[in-house]
């Protein structure tokens, strides 16, 4: 039989996921609050669900897209929520970024229902979730991997398997995040400095990404400070949750987290000053303002 998805959360790349889902040939319904990637999934042969419920009725595998913890168990198990809809033994696949002990108490949760439940956080940006090609840092029962494979290879280009138990994806994502946000302000850092000493930012962009100091993130983010375009992909916002959920982690483990703390208060910074829905690069901005600089498309 071929395997029904649902995708709840429809973001950059929940719709990513959802439209590769499609593409491999998967009946897929979607959800999301926002009717413009409801719209693109249906354009590319999806179907649209009005609730949680209505999403996994008919599912084998539910990906949850949400953005926290408390979103997660709302779709989850709030009114109209996923699983009192779900048959036995659906795999719920949980891609939200959150501490590792949420995420193994919703496992647990889901357990108690007879369900099963694959901690599964995600990284690679929207341009490799469209393209299906995204890293999944995976840890749950081998039966759940084994029932929603085809999905897994839909969507994704390299999946890890870090335990049969749900939380060690959490936690290496924590890892993961911890390095994302810190590489982000590094770049902002970077330009900044660059474009305060007179340097050509698009310049800077062709030197470094050939040199010692380049990083995935310097690289797919470094071209919005030089075209002066912060269109989210992932927005400020995003780090000041994340880096949050790492420096509470590494607190709860007594581990020190320097570069993440001070990276932490750059995004504060700049969601406190209003940017907290633009793209993540953004903050270089506020850099730039303590710089006494302008980056292009910058204001004053």
Not at 17 to 46: M, Y
Not at 94 to 109: N, V, Y
Not at 173 to 184: D, M, P, S
Request: negative net charge; aromatic residues 4%.
């Amino acid at each position: 039989m071929t395997l029904s998805t649902a995708v709840i959360g429809l973001g950059s790349m929940g719709l990513g996921a959802a439209l590769s889902l499609a593409r491999a040939g998967l009946p897929v319904r979607g959800l999301d609050l926002n009717p413009a990637p409801c719209a693109e999934l249906a354009e590319a042969g999806g179907t649209i669900a009005t609730t949680p419920a209505e999403a996994a009725s008919e599912a084998g595998a539910v990906f949850i897209y949400v953005v926290n913890a408390a979103q997660t168990r709302t779709v989850l198990f709030g009114e109209n929520g996923a699983v009192a809809a779900a048959r036995p033994g659906t795999v719920f696949v949980l891609c939200p970024t959150m501490q590792p002990d949420d995420t193994t108490a919703i496992a647990e949760d889901l357990a108690q229902a007879g369900m099963l439940a694959i901690d599964a956080p995600v990284s690679g940006g929207a341009a490799k979730a469209r393209d299906g090609a995204i890293s999944i840092m995976a840890s749950g029962p081998p039966a759940a991997f084994d029932r929603i494979q085809p999905a897994l290879d839909a969507i994704a280009a390299r999946v890890f398997r870090l335990g049969d138990q749900p939380g060690a994806g959490s936690r290496m994502k924590l890892v993961n995040q911890l390095l994302a946000g810190v590489h982000i302000a590094a770049m902002a850092e970077a330009m900044v400095l660059a474009a305060k000493s007179g340097l050509d930012l698009g310049k800077v962009y062709e030197v470094i990404t050939e040199c010692a100091g380049n990083s995935w993130m310097f690289q797919n983010r470094a071209p919005q400070v030089v075209s002066g375009d912060y269109t989210p992909f992932s927005a400020v916002d995003i780090f000041v949750k994340d880096l949050g959920i790492v420096t509470d982690a590494a607190a709860a483990l007594d581990t020190p987290t320097p570069l993440a703390a001070a990276s932490l208060d750059l995004y504060r910074a700049a969601s406190s000053a209003g940017l907290g829905r633009e793209a993540d690069a953004a903050i270089a901005k506020i850099l730039a303002t303590q710089a006494r600089t302008r980056l292009p498309g910058q204001d004053g």
